[in-house]
């Protein structure tokens, strides 16, 4: 497969993995709407929690396939922004403090992170950004800045992140009621979506300007 090949496919990752999520969505939706076999409450409470995965699970699959569409694109990480060199940086000391090794294993992999900017960048491709199991403003602004998207967009949706999606989520999974309506579901799933749909277009800017390269101009 070329990298203009692994290119496409990852671009397309961010429109197909979005839209999946969001069928699954609009059918919770009608599920809440319609009279069923469940209680609507039932629903809704099963609701929340799905919208917080869906959230979770579009910015870490997204963000890791970015690290990945990035490796491809350049040899070394003397090529790419300082944000990256710490990912690499990081998988270098994992490497260190990772069984037991001798003083010569230990001091090769030393040797490996003063000369970092000449490594292969392909590493990237192993690296699994964390959410921390709990996608609130401030890991996700931290994941932003990680994969050259401007967090800043996003500060006045950090009050829903965090009450509204992770709270909420936290509330239920751990066995509370709570009530949610239909019109409010859809208010907070359309506001939700509405941020993973501006996510998907800054990770799409930045790729496609290749703002991950050190040499990069605005």
């Excluded at 990752?13 to 999520?21: E, N, P, Q």
């Excluded at 699954?24 to 809440?32: H, K, M, T, V």
């Excluded at 890991?139 to 967090?151: G, K, N, T």
Aim: with cysteine.
């Amino acid at each position: 497969m070329t990298t203009a090949d692994r290119s496409s496919r990852f671009f397309d990752l961010l429109d197909s993995d979005l839209t999946w999520r969001l069928d699954e969505i609009n059918q919770l939706r009608r599920a809440l709407s319609n009279d069923g076999i469940l209680p609507a409450e039932t629903i809704a409470r099963a609701a929340i929690v799905l919208l917080y995965a869906h959230w979770e699970g579009y910015v870490k699959t997204i963000s890791t396939a970015f690290l990945g569409f990035v490796a491809e694109q350049v040899e070394t990480f003397a090529e790419l922004r300082r944000e990256f060199c710490a990912i690499g940086a990081e998988q270098v000391f994992a490497q260190l403090r990772s069984g037991e090794k001798r003083i010569r294993e230990k001091v090769d992999i030393l040797d490996r992170l003063h000369r970092l900017d000449y490594e292969t960048a392909s590493t990237l491709k192993k690296y699994q950004p964390s959410t921390k199991s709990n996608l609130r403003y401030e890991v996700f602004s931290e994941l932003c800045d990680m994969i050259c998207v401007d967090a800043d967009q996003f500060e006045t949706d950090k009050n829903f992140i965090n009450k509204i999606i992770c709270d909420r989520r936290n509330y239920v999974a751990h066995g509370n009621e709570l009530s949610v309506d239909h019109e409010e579901f859809e208010k907070v799933s359309e506001h939700l979506l509405d941020i993973m749909r501006r996510f998907k277009d800054s990770v799409y800017d930045s790729a496609i300007h290749q703002r991950f390269l050190r040499m990069y101009r605005a």
